[in-house]
């Protein structure tokens, strides 16, 4: 494999994470593809951040001596594929069960790399499109969809609520 592709494949920061059962674990956020830019913007919109984070984060699944040296929660290591070698250990993608099991202070921190690594080549691929006359009609689509679901939830147990309360009202028998 040439350097360019290995550049591209690993592309992203090594940190280290922080669990709630007070572990500490090497995971690397990327910096994904255009290809996932959208989805991404999706995600960044409606600030579904546990979604982003399994979305961009990998954890090492081979243990390394140089793992996870103490420090801060989640500390920057490097940028960039250039520290990333054959013989790195292998990564997997994490899985929602690890990021609800990160700390608050992780959770953040990688939600906030991801951002910083990703948000503005997102925008920029959006206003690329854009500038062509492409649609971004889906993206907008999926986002009303979000957003409108849980206001639509709200106004149907706020409705049964004064229902309630309208119908208990009228059974009570005037003095």
């Not at 984070?53 to 243990?63: D, F, G, H, L, S």
């Not at 409705?159 to 003095?175: F, I, M, V």
Request: glycine fraction near 4%.
């Amino acid at each position: 494999m040439n350097t360019h592709s290995v550049s591209v494949l690993f592309a992203g920061e090594m940190s280290a994470a922080t669990l709630r059962d007070g572990s500490t674990v090497a995971v690397r956020v990327r910096e994904l593809p255009v290809r996932h830019h959208l989805e991404l913007l999706e995600l960044f919109h409606i600030g579904r951040e546990a979604d982003l984070i399994q979305r961009c984060t990998e954890r090492r699944t081979a243990p390394s001596a140089s793992a996870c040296a103490p420090g801060p929660t989640v500390t920057s290591t490097s940028s960039g594929g250039s520290d990333i070698s054959d013989s790195a250990p292998p990564w997997q993608p994490v899985d929602a069960t690890f990021v609800d099991s990160l700390t608050d202070e992780s959770h953040v921190a990688l939600a906030d790399l991801a951002q910083a690594l990703n948000f503005s080549r997102a925008i920029r691929t959006a206003q690329r499109q854009i500038a062509r006359g492409q649609t971004l009609q889906p993206v907008l689509t999926a986002m009303t969809q979000a957003i409108m679901e849980p206001m639509r939830r709200e106004f149907a147990s706020w409705s049964s609520s004064l229902t309630s309360q309208l119908s208990a009202a009228s059974d009570e028998k005037p003095r």
